[in-house]
């Protein structure tokens, strides 16, 4: 069992920046691949960003490219989505995601490849 907390959300300007925290339970948090997925309300949950278990690999959706970057700290059981030039559309409940990985490249898109959930932080960006 992992147990995920994320923390980190809050209210900023558009154009500001916010780090998002998401620290795992557990002594093998190094074997998951780790997810970030948010959801704005009226709207499916979608994908932001993963990495694989070592940080090697990592992936984005379309709309943070070059904005958001995904990291984590194998040491401290923790992953972060660094978040800037914050624009009002990212407003969502963001959520971090973990799923114990087979190969170490194993970075998923997709929230039904994610077996753990924690329970969302809220972002608002105010225009």
């Known amino acids: 069992q992992v147990q995920l907390v994320e923390s980190g959300g809050g209210l900023v300007q558009a154009g500001g920046s916010l780090r998002l925290s998401c620290a795992a339970s557990g002594r093998t948090f190094s074997t998951y691949a780790m997810g970030w997925f948010r959801q704005a309300p009226g709207k499916e949950r979608e994908f932001v960003a993963s990495?694989?278990?070592?940080?090697?690999?990592?992936d984005y959706t379309d709309s943070v490219k070059g904005r958001f970057t995904i990291s984590r700290d194998n040491a401290k059981n923790t992953a972060y989505l660094q978040m800037n030039s914050l624009k009002p559309e990212d407003t969502a409940v963001y959520y971090c995601?973990?799923?114990?990985?087979?190969?170490?490249?194993?970075?998923?898109?997709?929230?039904?490849?994610?077996?753990?959930w924690g329970q969302g932080t809220q972002v608002t960006v105010s225009s």
């Open positions: 995601a973990a799923r114990y990985a087979f190969s170490g490249t194993y970075c998923p898109k997709s929230e039904y490849e994610y077996t753990y």
């Open positions: 990495i694989s278990t070592s940080g090697g690999n990592t």
